[in-house]
Each structure stands twice: as structure tokens, then as C-alpha cells.
């Protein structure tokens, strides 16, 4: 499990990483997975990745406690906050908000498909309203100097007619923004559950790169059904970013190949239990001011997979990690049950070591 150390971008395309699209990779928001420990995390393998925190309504950051949702670590930039609304006054006074916290893009979510959300009127059903989606994009656009993108689907409901997404894009791009993120299948907004709407409506990658084709000016980034990095450099060859979800998520060791395939740099770790004990100062100063340690942790089960321990360290993080008084302690016992490092031993250089033995 050691990462890939030689530059994986291919002489035909390399260029300098500060060259490519600052959206080039990114990893999506994803509620009740992307909070600000899971993307310091994330940051510690990968210095390019671009990181999108859960999506947070208008409603929650005027009227409920934005310093907590608008927090996060500084280590944690290029940082995206996504925003949910469809009240231009309402999205303009957030993105000031997000500003001023220190964000560097804007995100509007015109793509989540749950009931909820529409209730709301917002997510993806506001692929109905371009009007309405260029209002919001146009103020928040006269509001705040950083980036404002947009996120959403290729269509609604079972129109396969990709006019409308060509419709919307058009409509917004006017309206000053000019990075669409899109998720290339349709949200069927007519009872099917998010978790369905991410499984059920078929795949149509061929969308996206006409999009990219027609409108060659615009950034275009392409999400949905993407799981490995070889997936990710053939979508590079039609648009000029790529969103992985989950599989970054429950998979983050794929993010170590990120720098060294896709920016043609080395990664930032060389092993999983080099990024643990990176991770470990952070996880201590969270418990200090008061933070469970499980709120950290419980990003980290998936780092070690289908190697001798993985359950092990699992069963540690599930189960110890909530007993009083656990922490980095226990974040390193469960490391040694995977690297058999003895917990009290270890230390960066001892640790990645032993991983890099094991081939981890």
C-alpha cells in the first residue's frame, strides 16, 4: 500500500500542477461524511485534491450556529464550502459569509434530488428555474471575489433530453459563472431515496463531454460512478476535472495516487501509517478542546483494507475509541494491530517503516 512515488501524468499532457485546473480532482460534499475532520484527513494525502465540506443550507448559517458550521483548519485549503438555497439574498449574505471565513470557492447545490431539499426549493430541482439558479449565481457573484461554481445533475426525472442541463449551464454561465460540476446521471425527484438516485438512474458519461464539447470555454468537471484513477484519466481526456464521492471516502487511500497520477508530484505520505501519525497531533488538540475522539477516528476505517489487521484495526476504532479517556493512545493501538508496531514504539519514521516493509 505504498504510493505510487513516479509522476504519473503522461508526456502528451504534463504540465506544471499549477498549470492544470484547479478543479482537476476534487472530492465531493457529501452530507454527514465531509465535515472538517474528515477533510484534514483527507488534506494529510493529498496536497492537490480539492475539498468540498457537507452541503449547509442558508437557513442553518443565518440562523443557527454558523461558526460551527463554517469552521475548519487552515491545512485543509484549496477548501470549497457548498451552499443550499434558492434565495439570491439569502445565498449572497452566506457567501460573504464563507469569504470572510477564509473559503476559497463558492459552490451551489443544484443537484441533490432528496425530498427534503425539495421542500426546500432547492438542490435539484432548481434544474426546472435556470432564471432562478442565474439570480442566485448573478448575486452571490456581486457579493464576494472568490469563485462561484455550480453542482448538478445532467437532467431531472426520465428526460434523457440533454437540452435542459445545456439550458441551465447557458442561462448560468451568463449570469457570471463559468465552472459547472456535474453529476452525469438524472435525479429522479419522484420517490426514489438519495442513496437510490446515486444507484438506480443509469449512468451517462456522454453528456458531460458533449457538454465540454459544445461549451469548450467553461471548466466542466465530471462526478458519478468514478472508483479508480485509471477511470479518472480517461474522463481527463474530455473535460478538465473529475469528482470521486464515496469511494474516496470509504476508500482514502486512493487519494495517495492522486498527487503522483494526476499532478505529476510526489505523494505527501508514503504509507497509511505515515498519514496516522500526521494525524495524530490533530486528533489530541480536538480532544483537548473538547472534541470525542470518534468524531476523528471514525474517518480513518477504511485507510487499511484487504491487508493482515484491517479487521483488527476496524473493531479498535468502532469500539475502544468511545471508552473514556481514548485517544491517541488508542489510535495507536489500533495501528500496531496492522503494522505490529508496539503501540508505545511507534513513531513516524519507525511506523512508516514498518508499513513500507509490509507493503501495506
Request: one cysteine or more; aromatic letters at 4%.
Amino acid at each position: 500500500m505504498n504510493a505510487p512515488r513516479s509522476p504519473g501524468v503522461a508526456a502528451a499532457d504534463a504540465h506544471a500542477a499549477t498549470a492544470l485546473s484547479p478543479h482537476r480532482f476534487s472530492v465531493a460534499p457529501m452530507m454527514d461524511l465531509t465535515d472538517r475532520h474528515a477533510r484534514f484527513f483527507l488534506r494529510l494525502l493529498s496536497r492537490h485534491a480539492r475539498l468540498y465540506t457537507e452541503m449547509i443550507t442558508t437557513g442553518a448559517l443565518l440562523h443557527g450556529d454558523a461558526p460551527r458550521f463554517l469552521r475548519f483548519d487552515p491545512a485543509e485549503h484549496p477548501v470549497a464550502i457548498q451552499l443550499g438555497g434558492s434565495d439570491p439574498a439569502a445565498l449572497a449574505a452566506c457567501a460573504r459569509m464563507a469569504e470572510d471565513a477564509g473559503y476559497d470557492e463558492v459552490n451551489l447545490n443544484v443537484g441533490c434530488p432528496s425530498d427534503r431539499v425539495q421542500s426546500g426549493r432547492f438542490g435539484a430541482c432548481l434544474m426546472a428555474e435556470p432564471q432562478r439558479v442565474a439570480e442566485c449565481v448573478a448575486a452571490m457573484r456581486a457579493t464576494v471575489a472568490i469563485p462561484v461554481t455550480v453542482k448538478t445533475r445532467i437532467g431531472i426525472d426520465r428526460d434523457d433530453d440533454p437540452t435542459r442541463l445545456f439550458t441551465l449551464v447557458d442561462t448560468v454561465h451568463a449570469a457570471g459563472c463559468d465552472t459547472f460540476i456535474v453529476h452525469a446521471r438524472n435525479a429522479w425527484l419522484d420517490g426514489l431515496s438519495p442513496k437510490e438516485n446515486r444507484e438506480i438512474p443509469p449512468l451517462r458519461h456522454g453528456v458531460v463531454h458533449a457538454l465540454k464539447r459544445r461549451r469548450p470555454q467553461l471548466t466542466i468537471a465530471i462526478n458519478g460512478g468514478l472508483t479508480t484513477i485509471a477511470q479518472c484519466r480517461e474522463h481527463l481526456r474530455h473535460v478538465d476535472g473529475v469528482m470521486l464521492g464515496r469511494e474516496a471516502y470509504y476508500s482514502p487511500w486512493l487519494l495517495a495516487t492522486v498527487d503522483p497520477e494526476l499532478f505529476g508530484e510526489p505523494a505527501p505520505v508514503a504509507t497509511p501509517a505515515e498519514a496516522v501519525e500526521r494525524l495524530l497531533p490533530y486528533l489530541e488538540r480536538e480532544i483537548a478542546a473538547g472534541t470525542p475522539a470518534s468524531a476523528v477516528t471514525r474517518h480513518l476505517l477504511g485507510l487499511f483494507q484487504a491487508v493482515p489487521g484491517a479487521r483488527a484495526w476496524r473493531r479498535t476504532l468502532s469500539e475502544e475509541i468511545h471508552r473514556p479517556g481514548a485517544g491517541g493512545t488508542t489510535l495507536r493501538k489500533a495501528l500496531a494491530q496492522v503494522v505490529g508496531t508496539p503501540p508505545d514504539s511507534a513513531s513516524p519514521h519507525a511506523v512508516g517503516a514498518s508499513a513500507s516493509s509490509r507493503n501495506l
